[in-house]
Every structure is written in C-alpha cells, then in structure tokens.
C-alpha cells in the first residue's frame, strides 16, 4: 500500500489572516485568495505546486480557485489539485473553499463552450471527478453567452446548487447590466448567486465603467479580482524592462512585449515611488488598492513560488489610502 507524506498544517493559520463577507451572503473569503489559472498545469513542477499550496493554507489562504480548462493541457489543473487534494489536503476539506467555473471552450462539438444547461452540468461533473470532489463550494458561469437565454444558464446553476454539487453559485466576466439580470433570475430561484469574479487592477478599471462595481454593491454580491498586478506589470518585475524568465517570454498568450511600452515603464516606476513611500513592494500596493474598496471581497494572487505567496500576504493589516494617494495614482494610470 502506498503511504503518502502527511502535511500538517499551521497550527497557527489563522493568526492574523483577515476574511472579507462576500456581499450579503453568509460566506466569507480571505482577503488574498490562491488562483490556480498559472502554474498548475501539465507543464509546471508538481512539488512546487504542493508547497504553494501547502504554504497558502499555512497562512490562511482558505480559498483555491480553479476553471475547468486551466492547465495547459486543459483540465491538468483540476487533475493537479485533485491528486494533492486527495494525498494531503482532505483532512481540511471543510476549511476550504475550492471553486471552478465553466464557460469558455473545454471539449470538441456545440456541447463544450458557453453557458447552455447541457455544457454546464456536464463539465462540472467532469471537474469533480478531476479534483477528486463530492461537491465545490463556488460553481460559476465563465463568461456572458450571447445566445443562451440567462434563463437557461442560471436555471442550470440553480439545478446544480440544488443538487448539492455546489453550495454557492458565481458569475465571471459579465457587465453590470447582465450581473443585475442574473441577480434578479437567482432571486426569483432562491439561488444563492452571490459573487462576481471579473479583472480589476489599476491599470484596468473595466468594471468602474461597464457598471459591474456598482451592480455588486446594489445586489449585495461580492466581487473577486484577477488579474490584480496586471500580468506582473504592477510588480518589480517590469522597473528595469523585460526580464528573460518573465510571462511574456515563457508564455505570451496573455501579456505581450509590444503592451510594455516606454511610456507603460515610466507608469510602473511612478507607481512603484508611491508603493516605497507606502512601504510597500508595488505588488503590494497594487494589491491593496483593489481591495480599497468595500465591495470587493478578494483578489486572487498567481504566484510562481511559496515566497510569492508570503509577500502577497504582506497586504494584510496594511494602511489604507489616502486622497491624495488614490488622486496620484489615478493621475499615473491616465484615469485623471
């Protein structure tokens, strides 16, 4: 019989961790969440992601965040987690928020995309298996379907809440407008839709404009960001220009050279005085500042290394803004 190594976790975890209500639910989430969109995949080193995990958990991260074609090669992510979650992590299952989602391409033909009732509950069956799992305690729609009635995606998150393979249902990438729509849907259910997971960083304030910020703190649902150091361009990755182990030159599917231009530096390290000033790292900082606002709950860090996730954490008990900070950093990223 094969006898994995137990992981003890801290006995001192929750020491200083902070926990956000998400919205008017009765659920909360740490203020720093661990998003398993990077370096979870097929590629990446199996150790490692035990240990970022491990180290996560240690420091109070209690939520981990997945999709169902995160990898690559789709679905590796889940599988990943599945196995670690399985060999050392199952004796804190109740401790843990572990979340999926469903909504862009993960199989051949008209069934594996989108948000129809058939796509939905079939791939996060598919993604229990994966991740070894009875049920997720957060299932969201990945992105709004142009052609699907939102009737028919959030009926089918409804069904899959009833059916107690997931606690909480979620929406991601949807505009204020749709979030209102869906909230309203959800009401009617009695489903409990209570947080959207969208990009938010300084350097883009998407949902400042499409009325998804002000949607959330009306319905009284949460709001989760990724995406919060911009591809680490709001981190001192950048200050010196592109580094050869950088995103970009590893992986350009998300962030390319041409988008760190001159002018974007020159952002960075105006950014990254303020951080100093602060005492903070930029990433730090920019950290901070998506979590600035009430209505957002998290914001999901990516990190490449245990030591990323520590420094992350670093934002916990920072000080807040002030006007003049919150005026020169809008000032910096052209808002003003």
């Known amino acids: 019989m094969l006898v994995h190594n137990e992981y003890q976790a801290s006995a001192t975890r929750y020491n200083g961790a902070k926990y956000n209500r998400c919205g008017r639910s009765g659920l909360k989430l740490p203020a720093v969440s661990l998003g398993l969109w990077h370096n979870f995949g097929s590629k990446d080193n199996y150790d490692n992601m035990k240990q970022m995990l491990f180290t996560s958990f240690d420091h109070g991260i209690t939520h981990f965040d997945l999709a169902n074609n995160y990898g690559p090669i789709y679905g590796s992510a889940e599988e990943n987690f ?14 843990l928020i572990i979340s999926t989602k469903a909504g862009y391409d993960m199989w051949d033909g008209p069934y594996g995309d989108w948000g129809s009732r058939k796509y939905l509950i079939a791939s996060l069956d598919a993604s229990l298996k994966r991740m070894r799992l009875d049920y997720v ?4 729609h990945h992105r709004m379907d142009p052609e699907t009635p939102l009737e028919e ?3 089918a998150l409804d ?8 606690l909480y249902a979620g929406i991601s990438n949807y505009t204020g407008e749709k ?18 997971q969208n990009r938010y960083s300084i350097f883009d304030r998407t949902i400042e404009k499409n009325g998804l910020k002000e949607a959330a703190k009306d319905t ?14 709001l981190s001192d990755k950048y200050l010196n220009g592109i580094p050869e182990d950088s995103r970009i030159r590893r992986d350009g599917r998300f962030l390319h050279e041409s988008d760190v231009t001159e002018q974007k530096l020159g952002q960075i390290r105006a950014l990254n005085e303020i951080a ?4 903070q790292t930029l990433a730090q900082m920019a950290l901070s500042w998506v979590l600035k606002d009430p209505e957002i709950t998290s914001v999901l860090i990516g990190a490449s290394r245990p030591e990323q996730v520590i420094e992350n954490l670093g934002i916990v008990g920072a000080a807040g803004f002030s006007e003049d900070e919150l005026r020169q950093i809008d000032k910096i990223s052209g808002v003003l």
Not at 276 to 279: D, H, I, P, Y
């Open 82 to 95: 599945g196995r670690i979650m399985s060999d050392h992590l199952m004796p804190y299952r109740d401790e």
């Open 137 to 140: 305690d957060i299932f969201y």
């Open 153 to 155: 995606t959030i009926g």
């Open 159 to 166: 069904q899959i809440v009833k059916s107690g393979k997931a």
């Open 179 to 196: 979030a209102r729509e869906a909230k309203r849907i959800a009401d009617e259910l009695h489903l409990p839709l209570i947080i959207n």
């Open 220 to 233: 009284g649902m949460g709001v989760i960001c990724f995406s919060p150091l911009a591809q680490g361009m």
């Open 276 to 279: 100093l000033q602060r005492g």
